[in-house]
């Protein structure tokens, strides 16, 4: 299994503004993930961080948004742009393991005010 | 289209009852993925099982157990003799083709009371 780590675990932001959080995995991973999970809600897939490539966003979400980036196989970061009150929610990044399960970090909490 | 249903929204037992959380799953793939996780109040997902659609063997794991039936689209979990500690949202999620993408369902909330 991984081992995936996020940060910042929390923050409270200010509208308009733009936060970027981090994803550590332990070991080199082909396919990490961003989801979201709005307050007491299910997990929604953003998008699928593909290293070497852009990634591949899910309708209703959009790269001006949330820009990823996965420069190696270890790692990603998710910006959330221009924020609002309605992107208070976790953000939750994932390693995809080697039968198709995919592993969780801790998550970010964010809140927008 | 790929879709998961956890018709429970909430479910409260007393310690040492046993409780079943129920999964139903749509899919057109042939070969296709489930998952149980759990979401304790600390927010991070545990992966329970992984199920692929080849294999409707069911499972037990100490206290745990999963019913895969593929004739009724379902993927059914039950803990056995409940503690406090299984407190907790449960969610099934499913994954088909490479097993990309996962799609979850809404969760269950189990509330195991002393």
């Known amino acids: 299994s991984a081992v995936i780590s996020q940060k910042p675990s929390r923050d409270i932001c200010q509208r308009g503004t733009s936060l970027t959080i981090q994803c550590q995995v332990d070991?080199?991973?082909?396919?990490m993930f961003w989801y979201r999970q709005q307050p007491g809600q299910s997990l929604t897939l953003i998008a699928t961080?593909?290293?070497?490539?852009?990634?591949?966003?899910e309708s209703g979400f959009v790269i001006d948004k949330f820009p990823i980036s996965r420069p190696n196989l270890t790692f990603s970061t998710l910006t959330v742009s221009n924020m609002s009150p309605e992107d208070s929610s976790i953000y939750l990044c994932?390693?995809?393991?080697?039968?198709?399960?995919?592993?969780f970090g801790p998550g970010t909490r964010l809140t927008v005010t | 289209a790929q879709k998961v249903t956890q018709a429970q929204t909430e479910i409260s037992v007393v310690e040492k009852e046993d409780v079943t959380l129920d999964c139903v799953y749509e899919t057109r793939d042939t070969t296709y993925y489930l998952f149980w996780y759990k979401q304790p109040p600390s927010g991070e997902l545990v992966f329970l099982i992984r199920?692929?659609?080849?294999d409707e063997q069911n499972e037990i794991s100490g206290r745990y157990s999963w019913n895969f039936q593929k004739s009724t689209s379902s993927f059914n979990f039950t803990i056995t003799a409940s503690q406090v500690v299984d407190s907790a949202v449960y969610f099934c999620a499913l994954s088909w083709g490479y097993g990309n993408k996962l799609v979850f369902g809404a969760g269950t909330i189990l509330r195991v009371k002393s």
């Open positions: 199920r692929n659609s080849f």
């Open positions: 961080a593909n290293q070497g490539s852009e990634a591949t966003y």
């Open positions: 994932s390693a995809k393991g080697g039968h198709y399960e995919q592993y």
């Open positions: 070991s080199q991973v082909t396919m």
